[in-house]
């Protein structure tokens, strides 16, 4: 399967590392890559990801929907990219931490969250304010369990 | 007991009064020293920290709020050192050998028997034509207040209980002196002076939560002052009245409209300012009060200044309230806005710092003030450039003209309804809830043509009545927008064509729908979820958002910026503001899809 990959939410304006990355990408990319063709979307400024066959940065909104649709599916973090998926009816895998998916999220995708307990109580507080939590996210083996058993 | 500390305190625990009191046990030898902390009317954690510090501090208590002078009465009354130390819990105890700052307030006691108060700061007050010790810090000896009795609860939630009891002190035979014996200097705002103590200066009372009315009540204890010891103050002040009433007798009707004029200045204390002011105090409608809002580099404290003592006694005479504030950021956004926030009265009336106003125009002004009216403006006329222009409009879309309304004299001089206002004008607080646009630089350019259109977008009138002349010096030196770096001007004047973009569209079609955006991208992508069925809905939408180009697929859409849309339109279509006002958690799909489509 051709899978996209679009591991990074927006920078913080603190410097500090957005609580909606996931961090164990590099796990999961060795994981996913026996059987898998990986491609990695992102932006100037964010990090290259282990492992991948492909990484496509800076790509217009239209390159990225060519590419988008080219592709069987995508594993996200919550940022943009979901969003934008679901306009053009390609729906995928996206990764939760501290984000409720019933107020971000698409029922459409296969959501991934580790347990409520991890969601924020004010999920509109804006992200600045928010701790990194390594332990809101599931690993790397139960993400790839899960992606197998669908 | 050598010497009681007595600290009254009403909230503020976290942020005055426990650095003071960590101050206090750095910088003391607490051995024969008590300190009473008289709280009153405290509804956050005072208690619980007073009475965590143990030995020597004492809590005295009072649940509510009793004013200066009763807390530190009450405090007295529970003390029992041979001296008073009166301190205030806004103060902090500088760098210094410990102390430092007790040794400097009671070496003259030794000295001289005669001494009977020692304080860091003696001040000058015009009402009673002393110099008093401003009891921020006072040493005072005890038997003083055996002899006088406490402090004049007169006063209230305080001021000019310290100027009473100086007096009083000084009339029977003692004296008041400033410690060390140095003159202190004057530097900005600022009070200097080698005593190790930082004053944050009425940091409670100037506090609106915790003291309303400040300036009103200071005003009513300066009265009381000088009637008891400067009379010759109050036959001045009764003059002043009766020739105001006799001259005001024709204007009764509209004299119940009060108006706080609010003049916003920077670096003109020398030059125009106090021809703005002294043009101020003769209108023939009199004003309520005048907020000036200091904006200069090095801020000066105008009372030290022989021409503003001139010009606030003249505003005292006329029972005019007056108040100096100082912004807490600068810029002309900002100054606006607390000038919107610290007026007393629903009607505020800007007048630039260059302006000499002639004496009927707030008469003019408010006679042309009725329900529906959000703002009116005179003529603002640079006395050398007094000229007649037949094409100068007031429509928004002509203002690239460069020919204003307010700047010519017109052939015709009735009142009339235009787009927007310019410089100098008196408007309603109710019609400015949307407030200054706060995306603008510190210069402002444009704020009060997009502050007045916004009021006429909400629905109220703006209106020229040409009978009211200001003129306008236009001062080169000083002013509000004296700024030296260019790209503000053209920053402005990018946000001032995207709202005037913004505008047009509204005009063009009235029934069109504002969609906002005011968020990350992705949520711009979950607004397009919903837009096909939003056009399908509406046949003229705008959208003001923050990436246009994740539009990039839909042709002829209406998109402007985010800052093209009025503050209050803003609020009220945040998406994120509307999500969390439900009861029940909801989708963000669908929460844009319940604002614009009005249903799930």
């Not at chain 1, 679009?6 to 994981?31: A, F, Q, T």
């Not at chain 1, 800076?58 to 649709?69: A, C, I």
């Not at chain 1, 998926?85 to 029922?107: A, H, M, R």
């Not at chain 2, 800007?350 to 703002?375: F, H, W």
């Amino acid at each position: 399967m051709k899978i996209i990959i679009s591991p990074y939410s927006k920078k913080l304006r603190n410097g500090n590392n957005n609580p909606k990355n996931y961090p164990y990408w590099e796990e999961l990319v060795l994981l996913l890559k026996n059987d898998n063709y990986i491609i990695q979307i992102g932006v100037d400024g964010e990090g290259f990801i282990k492992g991948c066959n492909e990484y496509k940065f800076n790509l217009s909104f239209k390159e990225l929907e060519d590419l988008t649709l080219s592709c069987d599916s995508y594993i996200s973090v919550d940022n943009f990219y979901p969003h934008f998926c679901n306009t053009i009816g390609k729906y995928g895998v996206v990764i939760w931490g501290q984000s409720n998916p019933k107020l971000f999220g698409y029922k459409n995708n296969i959501n991934i969250f580790k347990n409520i307990k991890y969601f924020r109580d004010n999920q509109f507080f804006i992200w600045e304010q928010c701790k990194f939590k390594k332990d809101s996210f599931c690993s790397a083996n139960e993400i790839f369990q899960k992606i197998k058993s669908l | 007991m050598k010497i009681s500390i007595v600290i009254p305190t009403y909230n503020h625990c976290n942020d005055l009064l426990k650095p003071c009191i960590d101050s206090i046990l750095k910088y003391t030898n607490l051995i024969d020293i008590e300190v009473i902390v008289s709280a009153n009317g405290c509804k956050d954690n005072t208690k619980e920290y007073v009475e965590s510090l143990g030995r020597p501090f004492k809590l005295v208590w009072n649940d509510n709020a009793i004013g200066y002078s009763k807390a530190i009465n009450v405090g007295i009354e529970a003390s029992s050192g041979e001296y008073i130390l009166l301190l205030n819990n806004d103060i902090i105890l500088l760098e210094q050998e410990k102390h430092t700052w007790i040794n400097l307030l009671l070496a003259p006691f030794y000295e001289n028997d005669s001494i009977g108060i020692t304080g860091p700061l003696k001040s000058y007050s015009p009402h009673v034509n002393r110099e008093f010790i401003v009891f921020f810090c006072a040493l005072v000896r005890r038997e003083l207040f055996n002899k006088l009795g406490l402090l004049d609860t007169i006063f209230g939630v305080g001021g000019g209980e310290d100027i009473d009891f100086c007096i009083k002190v000084e009339n029977i035979g003692h004296k008041t002196i400033q410690v060390p014996f140095e003159k202190t200097k004057f530097a900005g705002s600022f009070v200097e002076g080698s005593f190790p103590i930082y004053h944050v200066g009425e940091g409670t009372v100037h506090d609106k939560k915790c003291v309303n009315g400040w300036s009103e009540k200071l005003h009513k204890n300066f009265i009381i002052l000088a009637e008891r010891y400067n009379p010759s103050y109050i036959i001045e002040m009764n003059k002043e009245k009766d020739h105001l009433m006799l001259k005001n007798v024709s204007f009764d009707a509209s004299q119940s409209m009060k108006v706080t004029a609010e003049i916003i200045t920077k670096n003109r204390y020398s030059t125009t300012l106090p021809l703005c002011i002294s043009s101020l105090i003769t209108q023939t409608h009199k004003l309520h009060k005048i907020l000036i809002i200091d904006d200069s580099d090095n801020k000066i404290d105008l009372r030290r200044i022989p021409i503003y003592q001139h010009l606030f006694f003249m505003l005292d005479f006329k029972g005019i309230h007056w108040e100096v504030l100082f912004p807490p950021k600068t810029g002309i956004i900002e100054c606006h806005e607390l000038a919107l926030d610290a007026s007393p009265t629903e009607f505020i009336w800007r007048v630039d710092d260059d302006c000499i106003v002639e004496p009927n125009v707030l008469e003019e002004l408010v006679s042309a003030m009725d329900d529906k009216t959000g703002a009116v403006a005179g003529l603002i006329i640079n006395p050398s450039l007094r000229k007649t222009n037949p094409n100068a409009s007031n429509d928004l879309y002509n203002i690239e003209n460069g020919a204003n309304e307010q700047w010519f004299i017109p052939s015709d001089m009735s009142v009339k309804s235009v787009d927007h206002l310019y410089s100098s004008f008196l408007y309603r607080k109710s019609a400015a809830s949307h407030g200054y646009c706060k995306e603008l630089s510190p210069v402002g350019h444009r704020e009060e043509t997009i502050f007045s259109h916004e009021m006429k977008l909400n629905g109220w009138d703006l209106k020229i009545n040409p009978k009211a002349l200001t003129h306008h010096l236009m001062n080169p030196e000083g002013g509000i927008r004296s700024y030296h770096n260019g790209e503000l001007w053209g920053h402005d004047e990018e946000i001032f064509k995207n709202k005037l973009n913004y505008w047009k569209l509204i005009r063009s079609n009235p029934d069109s729908l504002t969609i906002v955006l005011d968020n990350g991208i992705g949520d711009h992508f979950a607004f397009k979820s919903i837009l096909k069925d939003v056009i399908d809905k509406h046949n003229h939408i705008i959208i003001s958002c923050c990436y246009p180009n994740a539009f990039y697929d839909f042709q002829n859409l209406n998109l402007v910026s985010i800052c093209s849309v009025p503050n209050n339109l803003r609020e009220k279509l945040n998406v994120y503001k509307f999500m969390q006002k439900k009861s029940h958690p909801i989708n963000i799909v669908d929460a844009f899809r319940e604002l614009y489509l009005g249903k799930l």
